[in-house]
């Protein structure tokens, strides 16, 4: 992308691979972000809202999953804003709003069950959504996008991904997370400190579809220092982790499931890197 920063969640392909949904806005920061689809073959992504307050979440389906600020005055900029989700549909432009007001880049598993959102105090700053205070949280996407008024409070739970955390002092300002095709296990990455750095930890939990209940007692990977981007498959997950030889880390590969768990240390990539 040039002339433009990225916003809200990275980029992500739909689930069939013929569209790929992402949210931008001018590199003057003139104004918010807005979200575009590109298909390939298509010589500029086009954008699919213009109100310059939307940023891309995940997809649900066919449709993408956004969050859209409201409408603020300059006067305001430091003060908390509120948000809502949508549902996009990218082929009519049709937007539907979902009910639980609270949820911030909603990332919906592939399956339609689950969905991991940050929530907390938000405000808008040079034009960009800034969160202050706030953490990760994992709901009942079925539930959540269906509900209303107090049946929704009472019906969906909200889990904390991580229970222990203060949010007050020790607030989620930078994440990203990922879901395995199936549905049952995520992987979340949080920077550490402010100020957006290259280092956070990562973590990859599974969830159990039937009761949503997070399993924390047997995580995928205990949380680890990783560089922010990482990949996650059904049964592993790739990512850049510290090395004492190289300050730019080395590739990591960690595999679980019926035949036995294993890990694998890459630390001169130039050599070849293997294929699964």
Do not use: C
């Amino acid at each position: 992308m040039t002339g433009v920063l990225a916003a809200g969640a990275p980029a992500a392909w739909s689930f069939d691979g013929q569209m790929l949904a992402f949210s931008a806005m001018p590199a003057d920061r003139s104004h918010g972000p807005d979200i575009y689809v590109w298909r390939p073959g298509q010589e500029r992504a086009k954008p699919l809202t213009f109100d310059h307050r939307t940023y891309f979440g995940s997809w649900s389906g066919s449709r993408i999953v956004a969050s859209r600020l409201a409408p603020s005055s300059p006067a305001e900029d430091l003060e908390a804003i509120q948000a809502k989700t949508l549902l996009l549909d990218p082929a009519t432009g049709q937007e539907q709003i979902v009910p639980e007001p609270s949820m911030w880049l909603p990332v919906v598993d592939p399956k339609g069950r689950f969905v991991i959102f940050w929530r907390g105090r938000l405000v808008q700053d040079d034009a960009m959504a800034r969160p202050v205070s706030g953490g990760l949280y994992l709901g009942d996407w079925r539930r959540l996008r269906h509900g209303s008024g107090a049946e929704l409070e009472a019906a969906t739970p909200l889990v904390p991904l991580d229970p222990d955390r203060n949010e007050g002092l020790d607030p989620v300002l930078d994440w990203q997370v990922q879901w395995a095709e199936d549905g049952t296990t995520y992987g979340v990455w949080v920077a550490e400190g402010e100020g957006s750095p290259a280092w956070g930890r990562l973590s990859v939990l599974a969830v159990d579809p039937a009761t949503g209940r997070i399993d924390a007692t047997a995580p995928r990977l205990e949380s680890v220092l990783a560089r922010r981007s990482f990949s996650l498959g059904l049964d592993r997950v790739m990512w850049v982790g510290a090395s004492d030889q190289d300050p730019e880390g080395e590739l990591r590969v960690r595999i679980w499931g019926r035949n036995g768990n294993g890990d694998l240390r890459i630390t001169d990539p130039t050599e070849g890197i293997p294929s699964f």
